[in-house]
């Protein structure tokens, strides 16, 4: 059990495990997304152009899968301790959602998010109603409109990984909760190696490849955050 009281600032930084327990597919591993569909027809800038309507069809379909899971327990627990320890910060790869949809703040999502869409020339569109887009052409140019989400060829979103960045390096404790801690850009945000790190925990009910970088390791499932972590 970790007692947040003991931490200025805590960082929760959250990936696929976060969500799969409330049924959320994952993307990667075994039965992933891209075991089944090829991110070279429906996840890159090419497939989009060649085809949007088709890529729109695959990010909608996603959105209402997403909206047919819940959000589990450890979703409402980080909600609920952010409203007695303003200083928790979440950082998450995931772009289900599922934070925000528990009552959650997310301070960074770093792969963007299914609930925005986004025009080259005029920003960003909050599109968070229903599994179907709202509209799929910008109302000011006519342009399809792409998911706000970082796909395969993609650069990363500097701006959220600088919030991110800044976040954890202000932070006392970091947990890092059902991610392999491996997969890069977002892995290279985990502070093992800065001169004064935090507190590092890892929440995973398996092993990963960054385990043993980690101060303390507790092998539980993310819906059992309501007893590994207090106020």
Do not use: K
Request: glycine share 8%.
């Amino acid at each position: 059990m970790i007692a947040l009281s003991d931490y200025a600032r805590v960082v929760v930084f959250t990936g696929a495990g976060m969500s799969a327990e409330s049924g959320v597919p994952t993307y990667r591993g075994r039965g992933g997304i891209w075991q089944q569909y090829d991110y070279e027809d429906y996840a890159c800038e090419s497939a989009f152009r060649r085809h949007p309507q088709r890529v729109l069809d695959f990010h909608e379909l996603r959105r209402e899968q997403v909206l047919g899971c819940e959000p589990h327990a450890g979703h409402a627990h980080l909600a609920s301790l952010q409203r007695t320890h303003p200083s928790l910060s979440i950082v998450t790869q995931n772009i289900d959602g599922m934070h925000q949809r528990a009552g959650g703040a997310v301070a960074a999502e770093l792969h963007g998010s299914l609930w925005r869409l986004r025009c080259a020339q005029h920003g960003v569109v909050e599109d968070a109603a229903a599994g179907r887009f709202a509209r799929r052409d910008c109302a000011q140019c006519g342009r399809p409109l792409r998911p706000d989400i970082t796909w395969f060829g993609d650069m990363i979103d500097e701006a959220v990984f600088a919030q991110a960045r800044a976040l954890i390096e202000m932070c006392s404790l970091f947990v890092c909760i059902g991610t392999s801690a491996v997969v890069w850009p977002a892995a290279g945000l985990i502070p093992f190696d800065v001169r004064q790190r935090p507190h590092l925990v890892e929440i995973n009910p398996e092993p990963t490849d960054g385990s043993a970088r980690f101060d303390q390791v507790l092998r539980a499932s993310a819906s059992a955050l309501p007893e590994l972590l207090v106020p």
